[in-house]
């Protein structure tokens, strides 16, 4: 709605306030789910969608597409790389992938592999699954999209695991260690690890790089996004996303987390 709103005099869009916290909007996969177990099921998952397409037409050109579970965010210069492996567009690539695991197109080019995906009922998720429907049938994939009320939605993904793919809309701030844990097989806080991500080294990293020194950091902050991506268990979709404030509404935008901070600076205008 944004592009709209900026039309509106009573409505100001801001698109900044993300400075040292950012939205990160990814699609998991359940890696424990039998379907989904191969590596290179989840890979071709991945290279069948065209994310820059993804984001004109769900996100209406807001974001950008990323590889590395570290958003690319002025916050995060000094930590994120380009992974060595990188999922991405390659519809090819991706029967390929399908084929080597097994799941080879029949005469009608189905693989016989059906993904249930379980989302939250809303629009941005309605357009955003039925997308990536389209392109997931282009490798003789199917797709069963089940939507639900936030409740449900939550206590079937985070609390039962029961789906094949979801969607997480969750916030990172500076201090990655802290905040993006949940990739860790040993997190059982918010969003816990719906994927079910296991990997020891990940797990042992989240352990030790806080209290590292700033070169080690680097290095293992390096390894750590490597290792995430070459589990090829998420796709990163959007780092960000504008905000639209009443024009009424004085002391905006709270900078540099507009996110969370409180109203300490909010005043209301004289009409």
Known sequence: ?????????????????KEL?????????????????????????????????????????????????????????DIRIEPDNEYKYDVEGAKALLDEAGLTADANGSRGLTITVVRENNE???????????????????????????????????????????AIDGGLSSDFATCANRYSSTYTGNYCNPGNLNNARIDEIFTIVGASDDATQKELYAELQNLIADEAAFMWLQNW???AVSAN???????????????????IKNN
């Open 21 to 77: 916290r950012t939205t990160v909007y990814y699609i998991s996969f359940n890696t424990q789910q039998e379907k989904l177990a191969d590596p290179n099921v989840r890979k071709a998952l991945i290279m069948a969608v065209d994310q820059e397409a993804i984001i004109e037409k769900a996100f209406n050109g807001y974001g950008q597409a990323s590889y590395s579970p570290v958003p690319n965010n002025a916050a995060f210069n």
């Open 241 to 243: 996303a504008p905000y």
């Open 1 to 17: 709605e944004c592009d709209r709103l900026r039309d509106n005099d009573s409505i100001v869009v801001y698109d900044i306030g």
């Open 124 to 166: 941005k998720e309605r357009m955003l699954f039925e997308t990536m429907k389209s392109y997931w049938a282009e490798i003789g994939v199917e797709t069963e999209i089940i939507a639900l009320d936030r409740a449900a939605m939550c206590e079937r993904v985070y609390a039962n695991k029961d789906y094949d793919v979801c």
């Open 249 to 267: 509404i004085g002391g905006q935008p709270f900078r540099p987390d507009v996110q969370f901070d409180d109203w300490s600076g909010a005043w």
